[in-house]
T-cell receptor
Framework: GEDVEQSLFLSVREGDSSVINCTYTDSSSTYLYWYKQEPGAGLQLLTYIFSNMDMKQDQRLTVLLNKKDKHLSLRIADTQTGDSAIYFCAETLRRGNNRLAFGKGNQVVVIP | DTGVSQDPRHKITKRGQNVTFRCDPI?????LYWYRQTLGQGPEFLTY????????KSRLLSDRFSAERPKGSFSTLEIQRTEQGDSAMYLCASTTGSQGFDTEAFFGQGTRLTVV
């Protein structure tokens, strides 16, 4: 299957941590991604994790992968107003020419 | 090379008209994807090219949609007899395809189509 599920909306105070969750269904996915989309803009790759890893840290971003439960999370530490955006998780479909299957997105609003 | 570029950024058209969008991928990238994103949804795959060959098409791609990549560089996506349901952001992405897999797909800014 190609269903990627995400919760829809999160508000967080500036300086706090925010956590966004995602579940996916394709167990053959090799890479899982987090993309950021600001209003009217295209998609910006934030980070990715290889499927044989449990965790990846990249500056303020921490990705956790629970492959057994097919659960992916993104934690943003010290959230800034510039982090306000929609965040999409995505998985590659190896049986699908490595195209991406995206979740519906999670809108993060940072309150100053 | 400044990345993936798409043209136009915005297009408003009357129902029934034909529209064509263009995508210029990063020059050394041989894989090119088209996605469609409707309001409140994530991008959905439409079609995929490896060089000039169109290797996969989604069932979302009705007969009114056609895509080409004639020389394995830029690609065009044409929608004939547009319908209001075609209103969406059309995104193009490219990857190198090296080693059989890529860690990053680079996306363009998208073309926002509004059918009135």
């Amino acid at each position: 299957g190609e269903d990627v599920e995400q919760s829809l909306f999160l508000s967080v105070r500036e300086g706090d941590s925010s956590v966004i969750n995602c579940t996916y269904t394709d167990s053959s996915s090799t890479y899982l991604y987090w993309y950021k989309q600001e209003p009217g803009a295209g998609l910006q790759l934030l980070t990715y994790i290889f499927s044989n890893m449990d965790m990846k840290q990249d500056q303020r971003l921490t990705v956790l992968l629970n492959k057994k439960d097919k659960h992916l999370s993104l934690r943003i530490a010290d959230t800034q107003t510039g982090d306000s955006a929609i965040y999409f998780c995505a998985e590659t479909l190896r049986r699908g020419n490595n195209r991406l299957a995206f979740g519906k997105g999670n809108q993060v609003v940072v309150i100053p | 090379d400044t990345g993936v570029s798409q043209d136009p950024r915005h297009k408003i058209t009357k129902r029934g008209q034909n529209v064509t969008f263009r995508c210029d991928p990063i020059s050394e990238h041989n894989r090119l994807y088209w996605y469609r994103q409707t309001l409140g949804q994530g991008p959905e795959f439409l079609t995929y090219f490896q060089n000039e060959a169109q290797l996969e098409k989604s069932r979302l791609l009705s007969d009114r949609f056609s895509a080409e990549r004639p020389k394995g560089s830029f690609s065009t996506l044409e929608i004939q007899r547009t319908e209001q349901g075609d209103s969406a952001m059309y995104l193009c992405a490219s990857t190198t395809g090296s080693q059989g897999f890529d860690t990053e797909a680079f996306f363009g800014q998208g073309t926002r189509l509004t059918v009135v």
